[in-house]
């Protein structure tokens, strides 16, 4: 099921051209992330309490069309894989009014533990983002 965020654009967003800098994107992309693991009823707080932690391992970003200040975003994110040790998210960013499609983004998560090496995602983890709905 693909999950949906708004986000507005402020001016600190923003170049002097009041464009939405690009680096801005994976703040977007990590509210996503955030937001999709709570509606699946996962904490990341909690998770961390428990030794277990995702980290960015790659991001691939393409940029179609520039977002400004004042926009309102609309972010969708879905699981593309899930692996053992590794989740796939694929983003859609576009702007909220007309729908056009301003950026799309892959990024992979690897489950580590409190040593930060690689850990298998605990059964339960992997379960509850399954019954999110189906991976794409």
């Known amino acids: 099921m693909t999950h949906h965020i708004t986000v ?19 703040r977007y992309l990590e509210r996503a992330r ?28 393409e940029y179609l069309r520039p977002g400004h200040y004042g926009d ?4 969708d994110t879905d699981v593309e894989k899930i692996e053992k040790i590794r989740i796939l998210f694929r983003n859609t960013i576009m ?13 992979s998560l690897v489950c580590i533990d409190e040593s930060f090496r690689p850990v298998r995602i605990p059964a339960e983890i992997q379960k509850k983002i399954l019954s999110h709905g189906k991976i794409l």
């Open 8 to 26: 507005k654009v402020y001016y600190e967003d923003t170049d002097c051209g009041g464009v939405v800098y690009y680096a801005n994107y994976l």
């Open 34 to 61: 955030t937001e999709y693991f709570e509606s699946t009823g996962l904490s990341l707080k909690a998770m961390k309490a428990r030794g277990i932690q995702f980290v960015v391992r790659h991001v691939d970003i």
């Open 72 to 75: 309102v975003l609309r972010i």
């Open 95 to 107: 702007q909220g009014r007309s729908g056009d499609v301003l950026a799309r983004a892959k990024t």
